[in-house]
């Protein structure tokens, strides 16, 4: 099976930058899909194909596929940036969710 | 609007059956893939099973495979999900999730609609 590594958690201070990780063997290979979840609701995409965001996603909101792993990067961060972030790639005919990673703006 | 409902969820208990549909309205149904994704309570993100738009490629995640069926109905706009043998891991919110692959004339890419999900629940 292929699986993509995030860490649990990430702590950042209001303004400042968060940088959430994904790592996957040869993952730069494939396209990487990033995704946040607040509480009760439904995922939403907020970055696809690596680098691109969909319409409405806020400009400090980036991401980078290289290597080994994917970055998703939030900068300026703000309060309402705080929830689960799970990236996503497509593996063989089968489509891997990362483990997850819980952005906490302090 | 564009939109994706889930219905079909439940209490079941181990061994049991249940059938969760989805309707889709607002687009152009057909023309796009669809996945089924699951959410364990407190867990992370679980994909279970995808359909292409023409219902003829489908793949499941290994945990499902022989026990669930995806299926589509193009004229209803609805999608479907037979499970079948459930077990108590089986227990999730499970949603469903346009893929946006046939747009870029992939099998899949991202899942930019999902809909607010159905609970299952395998208890005795």
């Known amino acids: 099976s292929y699986d993509l590594t995030q860490p649990p958690s990430v702590s950042v201070s209001p303004g400042q930058t968060a940088s959430i990780t994904c790592s996957g063997d040869k993952l730069g290979d494939k396209y990487v899909f990033w995704y946040q979840q607040k509480p009760g609701q439904s995922p939403v995409v907020v970055i696809y194909?690596?680098?691109k965001r969909p319409s409405g996603v806020p400009e400090r909101i980036s991401g980078s596929n290289s290597g080994n792993t994917a970055t998703l990067t939030i900068s300026g961060t703000q309060a309402m940036d705080e929830a689960d972030y799970y990236c996503q790639a497509w593996h063989s005919s089968t489509v891997v969710f990362g483990t997850g990673t819980t952005v906490t703006v302090l | 609007e564009v939109q994706l409902v889930e219905s079909g969820g439940g209490l079941v208990q181990p061994g049991g059956s249940l059938r969760l549909s989805c309707a889709a309205s607002g687009f152009s149904f057909s023309s796009y893939n669809m996945n089924w994704v699951r959410q364990a309570p407190g867990k992370g993100l679980e994909w279970v099973s995808y359909i292409s738009g023409n219902g003829r490629t489908i793949y499941y995640t290994d945990s499902v495979k022989g026990r669930f069926t995806i299926s589509r109905d193009n004229a209803k706009n609805s999608l479907y999900l037979q499970m079948n043998s459930l077990r108590a891991e089986d227990t999730a919110l499970y949603y469903c999730?346009?893929?946006?692959?046939?747009?870029?004339?992939?099998?899949?890419?991202?899942?930019?609609?999902w809909g607010q999900g159905t609970m299952v629940t395998v208890s005795s």
């Open positions: 999730a346009r893929d946006t692959g046939g747009t870029y004339g992939r099998d899949h890419d991202a899942f930019d609609i």
């Open positions: 194909q690596d680098d």
